[in-house]
T-cell receptor, first 114, second 115 residues
Framework: DGGITQSPKYLFRKEGQNVTLSCEQNLNHDAMYWYRQDPGQGLRLIYYSQIVNDFQKGDIAEGYSVSREKKESFPLTVTSAQKNPTAFYLC?????????????FGQGTRLTVV | EDQVTQSPEALRLQEGESSSLNCSYTVSGLRGLFWYRQDPGKGPEFLFTLYSAGEEKEKERLKATLTKKESFLHITAPKPEDSATYLCAVQESLYSGGGADGLTFGKGTHLIIQP
């Protein structure tokens, strides 16, 4: 079955630690996205990538980093510079822009700072 | 100022009681409006895409409509399994500043259907 897989489902981070969230898709989509969701807030765009080896900052990129070495994979690193990382993180992918296709989402990773 | 505003924030209905959720937007060039359903602790699930004013789409008990300023998600005779948060998102035209190519989401409407 085609889809987007995020792992882990739950992640705990100590103060000052970097952690990496995994996102893999087998939909053959070019574009991939990372969103952050907080209670009472809409989804906010962190980073996006429209093609391998290229990515752009979204609205709240500070304290985060990404890579896009393979079409299927778009990992997100939450660095120690992100002062309030506790949130629900969602990865999404879309078919090429010209089709204005819907975004497909993974099941999310809940990150908690301990 | 929010570009996408959903109302109400929360809505509690009895089973079978029809109602509508609203999504208003202020982007100047709309390429598309998307509706998603999100269950607790899960990723959003795609429901509909609307492209132009006057367009309507239906799926089971749900019907989405679009005007130049807002979209409605009508829920007819809802069942408890329709309980979820419903998210609205817009895709702006690149020529009106939508350079990120991502979707701009509203905060959602939390819908509870009581048996």
């Amino acid at each position: 079955d085609g889809g987007i897989t995020q792992s882990p489902k739950y992640l705990f981070r100590k103060e000052g630690q970097n952690v990496t969230l995994s996102c893999e898709q087998n939909l053959n989509h070019d574009a991939m996205y990372w969103y952050r969701q907080d209670p009472g807030q809409g989804l906010r765009l962190i980073y996006y990538s429209q093609i391998v080896n290229d990515f752009q900052k979204g609205d709240i990129a500070e304290g985060y980093s990404v890579s896009r070495e393979k079409k299927e994979s778009f990992p997100l690193t939450v660095t120690s510079a992100q002062k309030n990382p506790t949130a629900f993180y969602l990865c999404a992918s879309r078919a090429p822009r010209g089709n204005l296709a819907e975004a497909f989402f993974g099941q999310g990773t809940r990150l908690t700072v301990v | 100022e929010d570009q996408v505003t959903q109302s109400p924030e929360a809505l509690r209905l009895q089973e079978g009681e029809s109602s509508s959720l609203n999504c208003s937007y202020t982007v100047s060039g709309l390429r598309g409006l998307f509706w998603y359903r999100q269950d607790p602790g899960k990723g959003p699930e795609f429901l509909f895409t609307l492209y132009s004013a006057g367009e309507e789409k239906e799926k089971e008990r749900l019907k989405a409509t679009l005007t130049k300023k807002e979209s409605f998600l009508h829920i007819t005779a809802p069942k408890p399994e329709d309980s979820a948060t419903y998210l609205c998102a817009v895709q702006e035209s690149l020529y009106s500043g939508g350079g990120a190519d991502g979707l701009t989401f509203g905060k959602g409407t939390h819908l509870i259907i009581q048996p």
